[in-house]
């Protein structure tokens, strides 16, 4: 039972590359989320889908986008990268819209230079 | 505006100690308040969560105190030991309404 899976798990870019981070989860979780996590500033929500379909912004989607490929795949890109964007990226699940346990991936640690 | 605020940020405690971190929030509208453990290279992983009905949850070694006069909640680990060493982050939501909001969290080291 893989759970939630993001790729890749680390990715170094330059300044003005794009990329998608992709996850997936296994568990037939309606809800999906991503956030990113800094030092000293824990974990900041970017975007969610509350369901398939749907999509929000959180509290810092500035410079990101996100497609809800289906019931499973919630992706993330950076269309033009910045070095404010060097993060720890998690993508989360959870079972009914926006209820109680998220589960977390194993994180992708994404470097801008 | 941050909507949960955490403390310490970092902790040291004596093997056998007891570990405590504290929460605080401002949005009367949460009813599920969780909290997270997160080891280095790792997802975080729901370690206990609370709802508003009650003062005290516990799960072993760790036990959620929670004050909703004051709006504060706060882990306790008793015991504490080597591998409860690990980041912990307070968290809230209102369900069916606004996703998991995160404190800044608290790395806690427990030292033999």
């Known amino acids: 039972n893989a759970g939630v899976t993001q790729t890749p798990k680390f990715q170094v870019l330059k300044t003005g590359q794009s990329m998608t981070l992709q996850c997936a989860q296994d568990?037939?979780?309606?809800?999906m989320y991503w956030y990113r996590q800094d030092p000293g500033m824990g974990l900041r929500l970017i975007y969610y889908s509350a369901s398939e379909g749907t999509t929000d912004k959180g509290e810092v989607p500035n410079g990101y986008n996100v497609s809800r490929l289906n019931k499973r795949e919630f992706s993330l890109r950076l269309e033009s990268a910045a070095p404010s964007q060097t993060s720890v990226y998690f993508c989360?699940?959870?079972?009914?819209?926006?209820?109680?346990?998220?589960?977390f991936g194993q994180g992708t640690r994404l470097t801008v230079v | 505006q941050q909507q949960v605020k955490q403390s310490p940020q970092s902790l040291i405690v004596q093997k056998g100690g007891i570990s405590i971190i504290n929460c605080a929030y401002e949005?009367?509208?949460?009813?599920?308040f969780p909290w997270y453990q997160q080891f280095p290279g790792k997802g975080p992983a729901l370690l206990i969560a609370?709802?508003?009905?009650?003062s005290e949850k516990k799960e072993g070694r760790f036990t959620i105190s929670f004050n909703k006069s004051a709006k504060q909640f706060s882990l306790h680990i008793m015991d504490s030991q080597p591998g409860d060493s690990a980041t912990y982050f307070c968290?809230?939501?209102?369900?069916?309404?606004?996703?998991?909001?995160f404190g800044k969290g608290t790395r806690l080291s427990v030292i033999a």
């Open positions: 568990m037939n979780h309606n809800s």
């Open positions: 949005n009367t509208a949460f009813d599920y």
């Open positions: 968290a809230a939501l209102n369900s069916g309404n606004t996703p998991l909001v």
């Open positions: 989360a699940s959870s079972r009914d819209p926006l209820n109680t346990e998220a589960f």
């Open positions: 609370i709802r508003p009905d009650v």
